[in-house]
Nanobody
Framework: QVQLVESGGGLVQAGGSLRLSCAASGGIFSSYVMGWFRQAPGKEREFLATLTRSGLTTYYADSVKGRFTISRVNAKNTAYLQMNNLKPEDTAVYYC????????????????WGQGTQVTVSS
């Protein structure tokens, strides 16, 4: 059983940056594929990015490609999402997730989820 805890959310102006962290415990972190998703009020949970167990291969949604960067440090049991050039439409609760399917973008492919962290981008 893996527990995931996100941190790093907050309020930022449009054009600003934030780095989200996802700390994992209770499992072998390096054995899991990690992903980031977000959910805005009244909308479905949206895939953002994922990377392989080694961190060498990444896959992004078109909506964030070139602005967001996913990474991981297996020695620290932590995944990250660097978010640059933030826009008001990026406002949402951001979730990290762990699974076993490489480069998956479907919510159903992930087995463990954090509680989420709020990101609010003001215009």
């Amino acid at each position: 059983q893996v527990q995931l805890v996100e941190s790093g959310g907050g309020l930022v102006q449009a054009g600003g940056s934030l780095r989200l962290s996802c700390a994992a415990s209770g499992g072998i972190f390096s054995s899991y594929v990690m992903g980031w998703f977000r959910q805005a009020p009244g909308k479905e949970r949206e895939f953002l990015a994922t990377l392989t167990r080694s961190g060498l291969t990444t896959y992004y949604a078109d909506s964030v490609k070139g602005r967001f960067t996913i990474s991981r440090v297996n020695a620290k049991n932590t995944a990250y999402l660097q978010m640059n050039n933030l826009k008001p439409e990026d406002t949402a609760v951001y979730y990290c997730a762990a699974g076993t399917v490489q480069l998956a973008s479907d919510v159903d492919r992930y087995d463990y989820w954090g509680q989420g962290t709020q990101v609010t981008v003001s215009s």
